[in-house]
């Protein structure tokens, strides 16, 4: 019996301990995902005097060599699982990712300016690499079970939860340990380090779960497929249903990274509070470990593109309020960050939950490499986001400066700050929501799923 005549059989329940075993891997993911998108630009911009156009390219280069090689890792994640009947080996080599985290931060003294940019942008292609080698194989696990639609949504939920545990804690303690008020460069090497001992602890323990998941209702492999390389990515990329629904995850992507990015100016230049910078992560990250089961209740009751879709116009109406600063109060603000906070849960859970169903649907032993374009999308987006922003802060004229200057921003530049952080992301989630109601599967997946429920 091949592996796709295994895909059809009934869906297997998965037991709790592997699945929280799994989800341990995103504590550590959560923090490559978290900390270098919150922290990186104004560590480059006031911290190391990196101009903000120069700042924005950093993060925004390095995302090129991305596109190109998570296609290309997510094909050999599929040899190495039709040779060898696992993706072991790939997660494995993605464990060194907390090396390349703490060099990112650990620029030496002498270094400002371009010179400084280049050592960040260095390791940051780097990090990148070893992210999507772990990343990669660890997404392709749900189409690598016997599960069905809501289990899927339930595996999904789980990493969910712990994804945000991570975002939480290295969202909260990150600013904290690196300084505050007073940031250094010696600050921000202590939590670099510091936060690298714990994501290299997590993500073993992922590898270990994802093997006990394996165990329990794995898929047999298929024998090793002929095409590789980019004609893998481009049968991918011709499946119309996987190319609306990364579409609208670039879209999500992107405007979330954009929001992570502006948060500690929006704090200190708008809100006139660096220590805010804390507040308004926790209201942004915290909310989703209260709501991520209610997003998997709807989810059961209106499908997961229904609910996705709800929590993109929940987001873009946050945004909005945020544009409006100071005026609106510090109170309103916080509640709309965590209007945004709600909805970046279900964007979260929901996209990451529809990605295996895309695969199933694919009828296709490839999920390497629809999990590879997908990790080169996030990639992309993460890189999109701070870059954006980064020229919203080039366009009102902001100014750069080295740790312990003080420099008055002025009137178009603290313009850019509050317009780049409410509306700029109100209207690229706009347009994930046109993008995302040309993706039709998830009727044809629900019906799917009752009909395996009623047999």
């Known amino acids: 019996m091949t592996g796709l005549d295994q895909r059809r059989q009934a869906a297997a329940a998965l037991p709790r301990g592997p699945l929280a075993g799994f989800a341990a891997g995103s504590l550590g993911m959560g923090v490559w995902v978290t900390v270098p998108g919150l922290l990186l630009l104004y560590f480059l911009t006031d911290v190391l005097a990196v101009a903000p156009w120069l700042a924005g390219l950093t993060l925004l280069v390095p995302k090129i060599a991305d596109v190109l090689l998570h296609p290309w890792i997510g094909h050999r994640c599929d040899v190495e699982q039709a040779r060898r009947g696992h993706r072991r080996r790939l997660l494995l080599a993605g464990c060194a990712l907390p090396l390349a985290f703490a060099a990112l931060f650990a620029v030496p003294g002498e270094l400002d300016g371009a010179p400084a940019a280049a050592w960040v942008a260095v390791f940051f292609v780097a990090g990148n690499l070893l992210f999507a080698a772990y990343q990669v194989p660890y997404l392709a696990t749900p189409a690598d079970l016997r599960i069905g639609y809501h289990e899927r949504t339930r595996l999904m939920a789980f990493r969910m939860v712990v994804l945000t545990l991570g975002i939480l804690i290295s969202g909260l303690l990150a600013p904290l340990l690196a300084g505050g008020d007073t940031a250094t460069r010696a600050g921000y090497l202590r939590m670099a380090a510091l936060l690298a001992v714990g994501m290299l602890a997590a993500m073993v323990v992922g590898v270990a779960g994802i093997d006990r998941l394996r165990r329990t209702a794995a898929v047999p492999s298929s024998p090793p497929h002929r095409a590789g390389g980019w004609a893998t990515l481009a049968a991918s990329l011709r499946d119309r249903q ?48 209260l709501v991520t089961p209610a ?146 599967l998830d009727r044809a997946a629900r019906a799917d799923a009752g009909r395996d429920g009623a047999a």
């Open 242 to 289: 996987f190319r609306w629904l990364v579409g609208a995850y670039l879209a999500m992507s992107t405007t979330t990274h954009l929001v992570l990015a502006g948060v500690p100016y929006y704090a200190e230049y708008e809100l006139g509070r660096p220590k805010l910078t804390t507040v308004l992560v926790a209201a942004f990250v915290a909310p989703a470990l």
């Open 295 to 440: 997003w998997l209740a709807v989810a059961r009751r209106v499908g997961k593109q229904s609910a996705l879709l709800a929590g993109q116009l929940a987001f873009a109406v946050g945004a909005l309020v945020l544009a409006v600063g100071r005026p609106a109060g510090l109170p309103v603000l916080v509640g709309a960050v965590a209007v945004l906070g709600v909805a970046f849960a279900g964007m979260q859970l929901l996209p990451f939950s529809m990605l295996p169903d895309v695969i199933r649907a694919a009828d296709t032993d490839r999920a390497g490499t629809y999990t590879g374009v997908w990790t080169a999308t996030e990639a992309t987006g993460a890189a999109l986001g701070p870059y954006a922003y980064a020229l919203c802060l080039a366009a009102g004229g902001f100014v750069a400066s080295a740790a312990g200057q003080t420099v008055t921003q002025s009137a178009g530049a603290l313009t850019a700050i509050r317009y780049g952080f409410g509306l700029l992301p109100a209207a690229l989630m706009v347009v994930a929501v046109l993008l995302q109601r040309r993706y039709t």
